[in-house]
């Protein structure tokens, strides 16, 4: 008589949004996924603020699934579960970004599989490609619009929305939280920054990746792109993900950053992984020095009375300052009169020290405005 192989049990922490939507697709395609592994996965427990018993759920499970969000208490669950000798799938970016160092830690202490698919830009496989499909490419940068919510406001605004109004529908659409606050100040993407620096470079990030001559630069900031760039073309509340190096020129990854079903589908992804031996948590943290000062072209934006010797004192400082400009515009006349510049690359300090003195000349009429521009193109 053969017997049945038991079924791969999951405990799943949170029933929201990812959670119902990852409870749903496990069920759709638990028969598939026992086709081709050889074991079903099911439910084994669920706990919410009203329901489960996270002791109970943890004994009664192979792996345990944490969508719950915020530090505690779901801090104390993973590093339970992982001390029980059990794998955890976590979609927790704040989870991972502020404490992924003790998590990796005690699981490569444990010896179990810790997998994060979904904290980072949703259904873009960024992490798994960064693990394991480019774990032996030295990588040199990574340019990503892991930010749904205001990716989605920009690209209202570019169709002549004001912030506010952009906002207000990508509330009304569901992409924004009733709180935006930790979409627009870029909270949300520093924290997802940081765990891909952190897989991409090795060097634990705790907020805010570019690796400098033997250093890393991280940063969260609005860019102009040229329109050849990979991620000019990302619009609405995609994300995408762009990692450059020597060895394979640019790859590009996007697609849904956020939605149940999209991120519930990530997060199942990755209990698959862990039911096939999927790859083992990031290895210790290397000790690379961080660079604060970085090299970038800027778009620089004067709002300036229209008088002789206006562009030849900007000019004058800029050049004092190490700061050489590749083109310029001068639009309006009288009060109205603007100077649009992009310049080459430059050391940030160089440019915020030049416009600080810009702005002190008493023909200035508001505060310089500068936006990094990236204007590399890969041949
Ligand atoms: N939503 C997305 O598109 C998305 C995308 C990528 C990553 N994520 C990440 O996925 C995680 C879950 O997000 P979500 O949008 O699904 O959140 P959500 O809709 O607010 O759901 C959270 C769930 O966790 C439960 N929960 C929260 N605190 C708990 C506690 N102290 N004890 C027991 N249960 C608790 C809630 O219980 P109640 O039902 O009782 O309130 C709810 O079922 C977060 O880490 C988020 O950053 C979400």
Do not use: C, W
């Amino acid at each position: 008589m053969s017997s049945e192989p038991a079924p791969f049990r999951v405990g799943l922490l949170g029933h929201g949004t990812v959670g119902g939507a990852f409870a749903e697709l496990l069920s759709e395609r638990a028969s598939e996924i026992e086709r081709f592994n050889g074991r079903r996965p099911t439910i084994s427990g669920v706990l919410t603020r009203s329901r489960g018993n996270f002791e109970e759920i943890l004994a009664q499970s192979d792996l345990i699934v944490e969508v719950m969000g915020g530090i505690e208490p779901a801090r104390d669950y993973v590093l339970r579960t992982i001390k029980a000798g059990k794998s955890v799938v976590s979609a927790n970016k704040q989870l991972l970004s502020q404490y992924g160092e003790e998590l990796f830690e005690t699981a490569r202490k444990q010896d179990v599989r810790l997998r994060f698919e979904a904290a980072v830009a949703g259904a873009v496989p960024v992490v798994r490609v960064l693990e394991e499909s480019l774990s032996a490419t030295p990588i040199d940068r990574i340019h990503g619009i892991v930010n749904g919510t205001t990716n989605f406001i920009l690209t209202e605004m570019t169709q002549g929305s004001t912030y506010a109004d952009a906002l207000a529908e990508a509330q009304r659409v569901g992409y924004a939280e009733a709180d935006p606050s930790d979409d627009v100040s870029g909270r949300d993407a520093a924290a997802k920054m940081a765990i891909l620096a952190r897989l991409a470079f090795g060097t634990p990030v705790h907020l805010g990746a570019e690796r400098r001559d033997g250093g890393l630069s991280v940063s969260v900031h609005p860019t102009f792109l040229y329109s050849g760039h990979p991620l000019a073309a990302v619009s609405g509340p995609f994300n995408a993900i762009t990692v450059e190096s020597e060895t394979i020129t640019e790859i590009t990854m996007s697609g849904p950053g956020a939605g149940g079903r999209q991120t519930a589908s990530a997060v199942l992804g990755d209990v698959v992984s862990v039911m096939t031996g999927g790859a083992r948590p990031p290895a210790p943290p290397l000790a690379l020095p961080f660079v604060g000062d970085i090299e970038s072209a800027f778009y620089l934006h004067l709002d300036v009375a229209d008088r002789p010797g206006v562009l030849a004192s900007v000019t004058q400082v800029l050049g004092e300052h190490g700061v050489s400009i590749k083109s310029v515009v001068q639009r309006g006349m009288g009060d109205a009169a603007r100077l649009v510049m992009v310049t080459h690359p430059v050391l940030e300090s160089g440019m915020l020290a030049a416009i600080e003195e810009i702005g002190e000349f008493d023909f200035i009429r508001s505060a310089p405005r500068t936006i990094r521009v990236i204007e590399k193109e890969f041949l």
